[in-house]
């Protein structure tokens, strides 16, 4: 009884670490990661952080033995420079943080709280508009957070994917941000793969899955173009792949339709000194994660900068990483002349999460066929920790 996993993301590695007995990971790329993964030159593709609320997430990696490689570069609270004003503090991005007056964003006053509070009631709706009686708090902090955590402009975002990820931030150490120290490869995605073959399973690159055979309701064979895999009885099969490939091969599946594009601009800069990652206000940057030898800008929701050439991106990026060097007293030299640097640009990154969006299908698209990937959360946004969710779901649904 073999089960096939169809994708090397981490819903796939995941669901390929969950089930019981043989399995079979069949990727389409020559790398494993899907959206989280290392680019030939040990780049990652963008900048990603987990925080102490993803709680799976964050058992993956124990897991696959590779937590201790992820490190908080702001136990203090968030650097944030605001370049409208020049001013630099550090935030709290936990309620719990705000008890202390100096790390609270700004813009927070009871009414402020209120209406935040309020759109973790019931229903769905655009979160801008409905904070818009704040603007310093929607500015100073939920803005930041929405495009952050939903990668969806504040104007049209979930609300109630906002309150999800409020209720789970609230709890002591919920809010502590993680990075990889040296990178996705080394600290995600190479642990896991280990942790894969160490438990015999095995994974096939350059296998794209073509087209599925259903016959009498059930999956009976893999086609890959090259290769038919026929299934046997008591074979299954899990789907995570992103959501246009999954509508692609089932049909009739009700996936998200709109995406929404990340931004990431590699400087090749060595800055001596531990990780840190700083936030900035009224910029292009939002986050620049610095490492020994490079500097990573994250632009999320990034519908206009997606557009623009690097050759123009990277001297504003570069003036206010040296702002942030100056207000920060980062160490190292900070010279006028931007370094070398790379746009990534993911044009769908994740889906857009708006008010109303449908339920994802059922977890089970046929008895043997089970359904993974970020897209298949119902409640928190699709991040690295709802793709391990949907993993492990689909590795349980089939039992
Ligand atoms: C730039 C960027 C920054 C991000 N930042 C964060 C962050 O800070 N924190 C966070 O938690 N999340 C972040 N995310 C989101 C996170 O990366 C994704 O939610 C997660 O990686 C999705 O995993 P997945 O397995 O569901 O899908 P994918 O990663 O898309 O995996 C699907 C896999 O299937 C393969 N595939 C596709 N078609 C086929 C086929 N026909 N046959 C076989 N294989 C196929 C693909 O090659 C891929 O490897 C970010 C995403 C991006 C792009």
Not at 62 to 67: H, K, Q, T, Y
Not at 271 to 279: I, K, Q, S, T
Not at 328 to 351: D, H, S, V, Y
Not at 354 to 361: E, F, L, S, V, W
Request: proline share 10%.
């Amino acid at each position: 009884m073999t089960t096939h996993v169809i994708g090397a993301g981490l819903a796939g590695l995941a669901a390929a670490l969950a089930v019981r007995g043989p399995v079979v990971v069949h990727e389409a790329a020559v790398v494993a990661g899907g959206r989280a993964r290392a680019l030939p030159d040990g780049t990652d593709n963008g900048t990603h952080a987990l925080l102490g609320a993803n709680r799976v997430a964050l058992d993956f990696l124990r897991d696959v033995g590779a937590l201790e490689h992820w490190v908080e570069p702001e136990p203090e609270g968030l650097p944030v420079l605001d370049l409208a004003d020049g001013r630099a503090r550090r935030m709290a991005l936990s309620p719990l943080g705000w008890l202390r007056a100096a790390k609270r964003p700004d813009g927070l006053t009871a009414r402020a709280l209120a209406a935040l509070m309020r759109l973790a009631g019931p229903g769905d709706r655009a979160v801008g508009p409905a904070l818009a009686e704040h603007p310093a708090f929607l500015r100073g902090f939920v803005e930041p957070l929405v495009i952050a955590a939903l990668n969806t402009p504040v104007a049209e975002a979930s609300s109630r994917r906002l309150a999800a990820v409020l209720r789970r931030v609230g709890t002591p150490g919920a809010a502590r941000l993680l990075v990889a120290r040296r990178g996705l490869g080394p600290d995600l995605v190479e642990p896991a793969l280990a942790a894969l073959r160490s438990r015999g399973g095995t994974v096939r690159h350059n296998a794209r899955l073509r087209a599925l055979r259903i016959e009498h309701h059930r999956l009976t064979a893999l086609d890959f173009g090259d290769e038919l895999v026929v299934l046997g009885e008591g074979d299954r099969v899990i789907l995570a792949l992103p959501p246009w490939e999954a509508a692609r091969l089932v049909p009739g599946l009700r996936v998200p339709a709109e995406h929404a594009p990340i931004l990431n601009l590699h400087f090749t800069h060595a800055a001596p000194g531990p990780v840190r990652f700083l936030g900035v206000l009224g910029g292009l940057c939002q986050w620049v994660l610095v490492r020994p030898g490079a500097i990573a800008v994250t632009v999320s929701a990034a519908d206009a900068e997606a557009q623009e050439a690097t050759a123009d991106l990277a001297p504003r990026a570069w003036s206010e990483i040296r702002a942030l060097a100056r207000a920060f007293a980062l160490p190292g030299e900070w010279p006028e002349a931007p370094p070398p640097c790379r746009a990534i640009k993911e044009r769908r990154a994740t889906p857009r999460h708006r008010p109303g969006d449908p339920p994802p299908p059922p977890i089970l698209a046929l008895p043997n066929l089970a359904l993974a990937g970020d897209w298949m959360e119902p409640v928190l946004p699709a991040t690295i920790d709802a793709a391990i969710r949907a993993g492990r779901r689909a590795a349980r649904a089939l039992g």
